[in-house]
């Protein structure tokens, strides 16, 4: 056999070879960067009653009029994220019964805690998704405007009288990391793979939402309540704020 | 005494599969070094080509495609496309055996570039990314061995491995709009064409009797029979047409007849619920057979175009059989 193709296949071996070597050495050269919310020693449960985490995100037991109940991390979450996600996960509800769900997830060392809302929407029989960029004046350390995902979306339930009827859903997300906040998936993608090729950072995304429910008609009236609960919800618990606002008061 | 002639000589007789595939096989150099860099790549691929352990705790990337694949109906045509790539490459295998093959350094390049890409993949926890490395890697690797033009000569069918990375995920930015397409285009229709009042609000149609209402889902965007539809498109253009600008016609016509054909599907699922009511109209949208129709149109207007704008000859040459040769002298003589 000739020399060259021998020479080519081993230094194509060696390139794989050198290649093996970093990716089997990687994780020790990155850096879990710091999560943009609160993370302390605390149990969350599973429906079942067992424990599903020694940690959690502390959102408020109380915001504005809402009263919370804590609410167990289902099954289906448990297993389908990975092991080293920490959540935070609570029901508040003002006098007139208004109710909000809001979720925490906050990755460990795999974006894929991260997911998409869709998923869960439609796992819940929310259809007919519409989605804008919006921003959530939030005011303390400092005023700042929070970029947040709206998406309202419908779902047809069933009577008990056997007919059906028409609910919409208001879903309010964002992300937020140490230093970074953002509303979209791809500005968060992009910028996770910017740190971790130009600093060695893996940063630790969390994927924040709040959901509500209401007749239809009544969809931006039920975002501008959600707005003013999550304006003040939001400095007990996330860390990283957005850049200082110059508001317009009356004299 | 006549001469009685052995299979291998009777003008007539055309090599079976196992005398071609041995011919191709004969005609590869270096074999031998080709699958040993083979089977490494595919090793560092199996081992360390997956770094999202979350969906599928399997450090191979084999295994994290085989997981995507059944999670989505969108992204399974991943399991074909191998066997349609190589049934592509054996139907083009008299070039293949014909052109010359050497080693070519350059190729080291791409096989570079490509494990640079799995690296990068790898640490952004993107593996789609790897994927795409791990099949211009064997490009390369073909190259490296086999030459330049053999990467030229494999080139169709071999870009089609890109319809192995699973995009359905992110193809909201395709879906939606397409969905919002199809909805005005069958309210439409409906209209015009079949005189059947709908309302058309986002991606719901309804009767404004109330007596049916569907929502064009992401399943019913139409992306997956655009999927198939481009694919088909690109493998007529290329075993069919010789000329460019005749290969990016039935290249861009997947589009358009991907949109009709769901067009027409969902306009049958509205005409059934018009006449029979809202269960019709669900057992059209439900039943196996049913839902194969927005393909008619699509691979019936790929047809009609292939044949409209038909060339001679324009594929692979035939082998030259021994009786072929033979009759032509005669003629000539």
């Given at each position: ?66 009263e919370s109940k804590d609410m167990p991390i289902q099954h289906e979450v ?43 929407l439609q796992a819940s029989g929310f259809g007919n998704q519409r989605q ?120 | ?333």
């Amino acid at each position: 056999m000739k020399r060259q193709p021998i020479i080519l296949t081993v230094l194509a071996l060696l390139l794989m070879g050198a290649g093996t070597m970093f990716l089997a050495n990687h994780q020790k050269l990155q850096k879990l960067g710091i999560p943009g919310v609160r993370v302390v020693e605390a149990k969350i449960y599973d429906p079942d009653g067992n424990v599903a985490g020694e940690q959690k995100v502390p959102l408020p037991d109380r915001v504005l009029d809402y009263e919370s109940k804590d609410m167990p991390i289902q099954h289906e979450v448990l297993n389908w994220l990975p092991k080293d996600t920490v959540y935070g996960q609570k029901m508040y509800k003002a006098e007139d019964d208004f109710s909000i769900q809001v979720n925490a997830v906050l990755m460990g060392s795999d974006r894929t805690s991260i997911h998409k809302p869709e998923y869960c929407l439609q796992a819940s029989g929310f259809g007919n998704q519409r989605q804008q960029e919006e921003t959530i004046l939030v005011e303390e350390p400092h005023p700042y405007e929070l970029p947040v995902m709206k998406m309202l979306t419908t779902k047809t339930v069933k009577l008990e009288n056997g007919g059906t009827a028409e609910i919409s859903g208001v879903y309010v997300y964002w992300f937020v990391a140490d230093g970074e906040l953002t509303a979209t998936h791809g500005e968060r993608m992009w910028w996770m793979a910017r740190d971790l090729i130009f600093d060695g950072v893996l940063q630790r995304w969390a994927y924040i939402s709040a959901f509500s429910v209401c007749l239809p008609g009544q969809e931006e009236a039920t975002y501008e309540r959600m707005s003013r609960f999550i304006g003040a919800m939001v400095p007990s618990f996330q860390i990283t704020t957005g850049p200082p606002v110059t508001l317009a008061r009356n004299p | 005494m006549p001469t009685t002639l052995s299979q291998s000589h009777r003008p007539d007789a055309s090599p079976g599969f196992r005398e071609e595939f041995a011919e191709l096989w004969r005609s590869l150099p270096h074999k031998g070094p080709f699958f040993v860099l083979l089977a490494g790549w595919v090793l560092l691929f199996h081992f360390l080509g997956n770094s999202t352990l979350g969906y599928v705790e399997s450090s191979s990337l084999f295994q994290w495609l085989d997981y995507v694949y059944s999670q989505s109906t969108d992204d399974d045509h991943g399991y074909f496309i191998p066997l349609v790539v190589l049934g592509l490459m054996w139907w083009k295998r008299h070039r293949l055996i014909a052109v010359a093959k050497r080693p070519w350094w350059p190729a080291l390049l791409l096989v570079a570039f490509s494990l640079a890409l799995h690296l990068a993949g790898f640490m952004v926890q993107q593996t789609r990314v790897s994927v795409v490395g791990f099949f211009l890697g064997i490009y390369g690797l073909m190259g490296l061995l086999w030459g330049y033009r053999w990467m030229a000569n494999t080139f169709f069918p071999f870009f089609l491995f890109a319809f192995c990375v699973p995009l359905a995920t992110l193809s909201e930015p395709i879906t939606f709009p397409l969905r919002l397409l199809v909805t005005k285009i069958t309210g439409f229709i409906s209209e015009t064409g079949l005189g059947i009042a709908v309302v058309c609000d986002g991606t719901r149609i309804y009767d404004p009797a109330g007596s049916f209402q569907y929502e064009v889902a992401a399943a019913c965007s139409g992306i997956r029979s655009l999927t198939a539809t481009f694919a088909l498109a690109l493998i007529f253009a290329f075993v069919l047409f010789g000329t460019w600008w005749k290969r990016i016609v039935i290249i861009a016509s997947a589009f358009p007849l991907a949109v009709a054909g769901n067009v027409f599907r969902l306009s049958m699922i509205i005409l059934a619920a018009e006449i029979w009511g809202q269960s019709a109209g669900t057992y059209v949208h439900d039943n196996s057979w049913l839902s194969l129709l927005p393909y008619l149109p699509a691979l019936g207007g790929l047809f009609l175009l292939s044949h409209w704008m038909r060339e001679k000859d324009p594929g692979e040459e035939p082998r030259q059989e021994p009786g072929n040769l033979m009759a032509g002298a005669q003629q000539k003589a």
